[in-house]
Structures are given as C-alpha cells and as structure tokens.
Nanobody, 114 residues
C-alpha cells in the first residue's frame, strides 16, 4: 500500500487549499478513506472519512461545514477541499486507509498564517 499526499502549503486565514492523495497497492474502490491531521506534540486527529462509493462522509466537528472530502475511484485519488481556513487548522495532514492494518502517507504540511 502506498499513499502520497500533496497540495499543502502556506495560506492566509480565510483562504482555501485542496489536498490530494494518490493511492496504490490495494483495491481502492473497496475501502473507506480518511484524512487525519497532527499538530506537533498533540495526538493525531481524524478529520474526515469517505465511504467506498463516495456517497457518505464523516467530518470532525472542528471542520464541519468548511472541509469537503471526495474521491475519484477511476483515478485512485482522494481529496480534501479546505475552505475558510483558520490558524488552528495548521497541521500535517495525512491520508489513511485501513485494509486489515492501518496505512499512512507521509503527510503534507498546511500552514495557515498571515
């Protein structure tokens, strides 16, 4: 299993970013996909999940209404559209899948600062 995140960067408060995750090594269309984030020194936080077909999503209360998770099963990609970003959204964002064991990408850093 390989998960490769991209799309992080520096953005001003109120701005937007779209994260992408390229997945390989498993039957992508059969599994829930998740985004997590981690601030240094804190526990990793689950941000959003999407089911295998893309018809159901879960969001943490902290991002509900601002973030949207989506997937393209034809391309083995999962996305996280982040709008109305706040300084407290600053973190390393990880793509993850559980296929028996949980796999993680290496993460992409999002910094929200003026």
């Amino acid at each position: 299993v390989q998960l490769v995140e991209s799309g992080g960067g520096l953005v001003q408060p109120g701005g937007s970013l779209r994260l992408s995750c390229a997945a390989s090594g498993f039957t992508f269309s059969s599994y829930f996909m998740s985004w997590y984030r981690q601030i240094p020194g804190k526990e990793r936080e689950r941000v959003a999940d999407i089911n295998s077909s893309g018809g159901f999503a879960y969001y943490a209360d902290t991002v509900q209404g601002r973030f949207t998770i989506s997937r393209d099963n034809a391309k083995n990609m999962v996305y996280l559209q982040m709008n109305s970003l706040k300084p407290e959204d600053t973190a390393v964002y990880f793509c993850s899948v559980q296929t028996g064991m949980r796999y993680w990408g290496k993460g992409t850093l999002v910094t929200v600062s003026s």
